[in-house]
Structures are given as C-alpha cells and as structure tokens.
C-alpha cells in the first residue's frame, strides 16, 4: 500500500509557524516592513517533524487497535493469533501487509482507509 499525502495526517506536537507563500495575497495587508507568518495546523511536506508525525499517528492508531509493535523495528507492527495474524511493516509511507488470511488484509485496509483518507 502507498498512502496518498501521508505526511499531512500528521499533527504537530509544536507550534511551528513559516513565511506566508510568495504570490499568496489572499485579504493580506502587510503594515509592517517584517515578513507575515502563518501557523501551520497540520504537517506539511518539507518539515522536518512532518514523517515522525506521520509515524505516530499511524502507529498509535494501529495500537489502539490492538495491534503489537516490535521491540527490535519500530516500523513492524503484529495482530492476530497462531492461524489468523497480520504483519504490517512501513517504510517512510509505503506499507506492507503480509498475512495467509485475505480477510484479515481487508480488514486491516478497512481501518486504514477510516483513518487514513
């Protein structure tokens, strides 16, 4: 799976604030001679925060769905039991899901497509 903007289902655990985009003149009047800024309320591309938080919510979205994080790779998480289990493992925002069970892949699709549109 590849999620689609992944980084902007981040959110921000610090205020961060960034120059206004040039062209960007949207009802801005500008008094000042210092540059306007805006606060970002979401993680966009480029930041350097904007992949951790992409991870964070992804992983804690999966643990409150009792899923189990590796103590040995933080990017391979578990579900399941002996016979029906999932293994899922992400890469920056591509994501692999392994398990013999098609039931349990869609199930898995299913909640991150609620999560994650």
Same mark, same amino acid.
């Given at each position: 799976?590849?999620?689609?903007?992944?980084?902007?289902?981040?959110?921000?655990?610090?205020?961060?604030?960034?120059?206004?985009?040039?062209?960007?003149?949207?009802?801005?009047?500008? =008094? *000042?001679?210092?540059?306007?800024?805006? +606060?970002?309320? #979401?993680?966009? $591309?480029? %930041?350097?925060?904007?992949?951790?938080?992409?991870?964070?919510?992804?992983? =804690? *979205?999966?643990?409150?769905?009792?899923? +189990?994080?590796? #103590?040995?790779? $933080?990017? %391979?998480?578990?579900?399941?039991?002996?016979?029906?289990?999932?293994?899922?493992?992400?890469?920056?925002?591509?994501?692999?899901?392994?398990?013999?069970?098609?039931?349990?892949?869609?199930?898995?699709?299913?909640?991150?497509?609620?999560?994650?549109?």
């Amino acid at each position: 799976l590849d999620v689609n903007n992944a980084f902007l289902n981040g959110n921000l655990e610090e205020e961060i604030f960034m120059q206004i985009p040039q062209g960007y003149n949207h009802n801005i009047i500008n =008094t *000042t001679p210092t540059p306007l800024v805006c +606060k970002l309320n #979401k993680s966009i $591309y480029g %930041l350097k925060q904007a992949s951790r938080s992409w991870f964070t919510k992804f992983s =804690t *979205t999966l643990l409150s769905h009792d899923y +189990k994080q590796s #103590k040995f790779d $933080y990017s %391979l998480l578990t579900k399941g039991t002996k016979f029906k289990f999932i293994v899922v493992l992400v890469y920056v925002d591509d994501i692999v899901l392994a398990s013999p069970s098609n039931d349990v892949i869609s199930q898995t699709k299913t909640l991150l497509q609620k999560h994650f549109r």
